[in-house]
């Protein structure tokens, strides 16, 4: 007969187990209601934070747009103030020259005019032309007293006023540079969002730099930098118009003539020295080029014979691989490798030889322009020294007869030297 095993233990009594369902319901549904609250509180707390936290992003957004749109505005005034002031600077520039030439040309004289023109019909080619200098010479007048002193205090003046002007450009470009790196940084702030890469958290973000102002103290910074550059601004314009009404006083009608033949000489000496400049310039880029067309021509050479020979390897692969036996003769990755390489390398080879062509064709223009600039070269040479000896004959009523001499080669100016004793010159001739 079997034995019932009996499960050893404490055993409890049955409305001990109705009592801890009942338990046991009753805690979970209190936990569900406190966690329910929980939720609750936990959504408004969510919903009530968002909100705020969108709400001041916004905030800040809209101010970072409104304080770019206020710097930008004061950029904007002080690239017209800086445009305006380098136009001012310009002209007054030009003003000082202006007088400076005004100046110089007081000590020139008019009994060599004859003398100039005789030598300017030695010119050749393009270089004889009728220029302002011709017209000038054909109306040149005497010589009169000037008022050099006046003119020397207003270049003076004007000198002090450009300082002035470059100062207040200075300060100017100063607070133009600092609102241009202002825009640039809040700009990147406006562009940043949450989902930005660099965004951190920063140590100590709240606390005020060194150098901080306020508001007010930055908008009186730029309102007295784009006052001071309008106040030189305007005393410029009021020097300017004093030096020309000067150079006017100190001309009368034979002055002014006298001016214009002095000025259109120098003018065209320079225009002539700067002609010379460029094709001497041009001359040696141009000899320049054509050493590197050369080399480049002879690296285009040797690159098609390296490329020719990459092409009979290629074509030499492709014809030992046709050998292969049977079932060997498969399409494999080699196959196509080589035959693309073939294809690419005759379509080098193709752009190669015309680029080849097109340097040959672009060397022989080359030396075609190179002898005409060399022979504009010989003219402008010629015509400079011409320009420049008249210039130096000018000089006859400035310095002694007996002591003059004049020095001119092809590309200098002259200069005057002292004669030696007539015994020792007598020594040099023979």
């Known amino acids: 007969m079997a034995i019932l095993s009996i499960k050893p233990g404490q055993r409890f009594r049955l409305p001990d187990w109705h009592i801890n369902s009942y338990l ?18 936990c959504r408004i707390l969510r919903n009530e934070t968002n909100n705020q936290t969108i709400w001041d992003e916004h905030d800040n957004q ?67 032309v009728k220029d302002f200098a011709e017209d000038e010479l ?38 133009h540079r600092g609102k241009m790196e202002a825009l640039e940084i809040d700009r990147v702030c406006l ?16 606390h005020i730099p060194n150098g901080s102002c306020t508001i007010q103290q930055w908008d009186e910074y730029s309102h007295y930098n784009k006052d001071r ?17 000067t150079i006017a006083e100190t001309n009368n009608e034979l002055e002014a003539q006298r001016v214009a033949t002095e000025f259109a000489f120098r ?33 285009l050479e040797e690159d098609l014979r ?19 036996p049977s079932m060997e003769m498969c ?11 073939v294809h690419q390398l005759e379509a080098t080879i193709a752009t190669l030889k015309q680029k080849l062509a097109q340097s040959q064709d672009a060397l022989d223009a080359l030396y075609k322009h190179l002898a005409r600039i060399q022979a504009d070269i010989a003219c402008k040479s010629n015509s400079l020294l011409l320009d420049n000896k008249c210039l130096d004959t000018r000089r006859k009523l400035t310095v002694p007869a007996e002591k003059f001499v004049p020095e001119v080669d092809t590309f200098n100016r002259t200069t005057n030297r002292t004669l030696p004793p007539l015994k020792n010159r007598q020594l040099e001739l023979v």
Not at 30 to 41: G, T
Not at 230 to 239: M, N, T, V, Y
Not at 331 to 341: I, K, M, N
């Open 191 to 206: 562009s940043l969002n949450v989902h930005s890469p660099n965004i951190s958290l920063k140590v100590n973000p709240t």
């Open 267 to 299: 003018k065209r000496v320079r225009e002539l020295e700067r002609a010379l400049n460029e094709l001497k310039w041009q001359e040696k880029n141009t000899l320049e080029e054509i050493a590197e067309l050369e080399e480049d021509i002879r690296r």
């Open 62 to 128: 809209t101010r970072l747009s409104e304080r770019i749109d206020s710097v930008d505005r004061w950029k904007e005034i002080l690239d017209k103030c800086l445009t305006d002031i380098d136009a001012e600077i310009d002209a007054m520039t030009q003003m000082k020259e202006a007088a400076e030439r005004a100046l110089q040309a007081k000590n020139l004289p008019l009994d060599v005019a004859i003398e100039c023109l005789t030598l300017r019909e030695s010119r050749r080619d393009i270089d004889v």
């Open 331 to 341: 399409r494999d990755q080699v196959q196509y490798g080589l035959t693309d390489e």
């Open 306 to 324: 390296v490329k020719m020979k990459n092409l009979k390897l290629a074509h030499t692969r492709l014809e030992t691989r046709t050998y292969r």
């Open 229 to 245: 550059a309008e106040a030189e601004r305007k005393a410029s314009a009021d020097l300017r118009e004093a030096t020309a009404l």
């Open 138 to 175: 054909h109306k040149e007048v005497e010589v009169i007293d000037c008022a050099k002193e006046a003119l020397q205090q207003k270049i003076r003046e004007v000198f002090e006023q450009l300082c002035l002007l470059q100062e207040a450009r200075q300060q100017l470009n100063s607070d």
């Open 24 to 41: 046991l319901s009753s805690n979970a549904e209190q936990q569900r209601d406190a966690s329910h609250q929980i939720r609750q509180e």
